[in-house]
């Protein structure tokens, strides 16, 4: 265990455990960076599993990443579930020798099983602090807000008690994105029509095939109407569409590796209502069309109600999604650009810019303390 003067003398060493999906990835490191910018002298260290994308992710982002065993909670009755206890104390016992090596003085714990031996490794050894994306806690935050110096959530209601809502931590790309100076630029990486109404469509990193045989009927009809479209329909998919000659063109692509410029080119958005998604849609400020992904416990529809409250966008139903749905929504909005204007307004101020500067605060604070 360090002492109070080594976190002085040579900075503190914050471990983030935010392993498994993007969703749990990205505002872990949102939040590293953000201690970063506050304490340059500061040491991130992720956890993370072999199972994860952080091998990919973290790496690439310039962080240190230590293994540890994953620890899935079993939904069901099976074999797994007898293991558990086992394979609980034996993750335990790496993740705590993990924390020792890298002289860890606080570990930030974002959801998912990389974070559950994270939780029981730190108890009674480590601050820690807790931050739940979802609008429904999942098992292991509920599990590591009974041992956390401060709990914060990215909206109200979340289930875990004593929770400061602060968003969901971004990275700067996004919180600094200038839509406006950035739209020809955009415009152009993506070859899209510099002046039409742009629809941008996406479902996640692998696409969403409900969204995409909604869609893509519908091609011929958005050219008519001066309508051009950014679609990432996922690298397993593909996507056949009519283009119509001299009209605002419809443009399929795999996968967005830009996404600060994806959301510079649009003026509004079709998509998932994951929790990422939906806090960096809303910070941009671009209007939304949410259709949740509908399985788990319904987090997703329960992750947008906020900004469709305020009016900065609209929800669809899976089970409801059709051509015919998305005709009726659509192309009404698109070619409005008042009602446009307004919902970007909406949405934007149901947005927290600032989530990661001020998780690091408070993180920093109970390293202080």
Do not use: W
Not at 16 to 29: D, K, N, Q, Y
Not at 48 to 71: D, F, H, N, S
Request: aromatic share 4%; charged share 20%.
């Amino acid at each position: 265990m360090r002492t109070k003067e080594d976190v002085i003398n040579q900075g503190p060493c914050v471990v983030v455990a935010g392993g498994g999906t993007a969703g749990h990835i990205e505002p872990a490191l949102a939040l590293a960076d953000a201690v970063r910018r506050a304490r340059p002298d500061a040491r991130v260290v992720a956890l993370g599993t072999p199972r994860g994308l952080e091998g990919k992710i973290v790496p690439a982002r310039g962080y240190q990443l230590e293994m540890i065993p994953p620890v899935p909670m079993p939904r069901k009755p099976t074999m797994d579930l007898l293991k558990l206890p086992l394979n609980v104390r034996r993750a335990i016992k790496q993740t705590r020798a993990v924390l020792d090596r890298v002289g860890a003085d606080v570990v930030v714990g974002f959801g998912g099983y990389v974070s559950l031996p994270a939780y029981l490794a730190a108890r009674g050894r480590l601050p820690i602090v807790v931050h739940e994306a979802n609008a429904r806690t999942g098992m292991a935050n509920k599990v590591g807000a009974r041992y956390a110096a401060r709990v914060a959530a990215a909206v109200p209601d979340s289930g875990l008690p004593n929770a400061e809502v602060i968003g969901i931590p971004l990275r700067q790309s996004i919180t600094d994105l200038d839509r406006q100076a950035l739209r020809d630029e955009a415009r152009r990486f993506f070859r899209l029509h510099p002046h039409a109404p742009t629809l941008l469509v996406f479902g996640g990193s692998q696409g969403a095939a409900s969204i995409n045989n909604a869609v893509a009927p519908l091609a011929s009809e958005f050219a008519r109407a001066g309508i051009g479209v950014l679609h990432a329909h996922g690298a397993k998919n593909t996507l056949a569409v009519q283009q119509i000659p001299g009209a605002p063109p419809y443009v399929p692509v795999p996968y967005l590796e830009r996404m600060d410029l994806a959301y510079a080119a649009a003026d509004a958005v079709l998509c998932r209502s994951g929790a990422m998604t939906v806090a960096e849609v809303s910070a941009v400020g671009l209007p939304a069309v949410y259709v949740p992904l509908p399985i788990g416990n319904g987090e997703q529809a329960f992750n947008c109600r906020p900004q469709v409250t305020a009016g900065g966008a609209i929800m669809i139903p899976d089970n409801e999604l059709s051509p015919d749905k998305l005709r009726e929504v659509l192309l009404p909005l698109l070619t409005n650009p008042r009602r446009l204007s307004a919902m970007g307004t909406a949405a934007q101020s149901t947005g927290h810019g600032s989530a990661a500067d001020v998780l690091a605060k408070m993180v920093l604070d109970v390293v202080r303390k």
